[in-house]
Nanobody, 123 residues
Framework: QIQVAESGGDSVQAGASLTLTCVYSGDTPNCLAWFRQVPGKGREGIAAIFPASGSTHYRPSLEGRFTISRDNAKNSVYLQMTSLKPEDTATYYC??????????????????WGQGTQVAVSS
């Protein structure tokens, strides 16, 4: 099993930057990803990273503003968000899986999820 816990959510103004942290423990994950969800909609994949290789995948519409990175020594994955917009307001989740992930931004690829951290962006 893998345990994941997100932190770093906040209320910010449009244009601000924010970095979310995901700390994981337990079994070694093959892949970790960030998702977000707004009420009434499904989870949207933002970015994924394979910790062993550092390979990353991004949702095209968010690449450039959002950057995923990892620190294997700290068992941590980060999501750096810049130029935040009100439409980025959501609950942000970290997800992990131990096995091969063929679609890194697909929700059903991941077994382990954190509780989420709230990001609110005001105009």
């Amino acid at each position: 099993q893998i345990q994941v816990a997100e932190s770093g959510g906040d209320s910010v103004q449009a244009g601000a930057s924010l970095t979310l942290t995901c700390v994981y423990s337990g079994d070694t994950p093959n892949c970790l990803a960030w998702f977000r969800q707004v009420p009434g909609k499904g989870r949207e994949g933002i970015a994924a990273i394979f910790p062993a290789s550092g390979s990353t995948h991004y949702r095209p519409s968010l690449e450039g503003r959002f950057t995923i990175s990892r620190d294997n020594a700290k068992n941590s994955v980060y999501l750096q968000m810049t130029s935040l917009k009100p439409e980025d307001t959501a609950t942000y989740y970290c997800a992990a899986d131990r096995y091969s992930v063929h679609a890194p931004l697909a929700e059903d690829e991941y077994t382990y999820w954190g509780q989420g951290t709230q990001v609110a962006v005001s105009s």
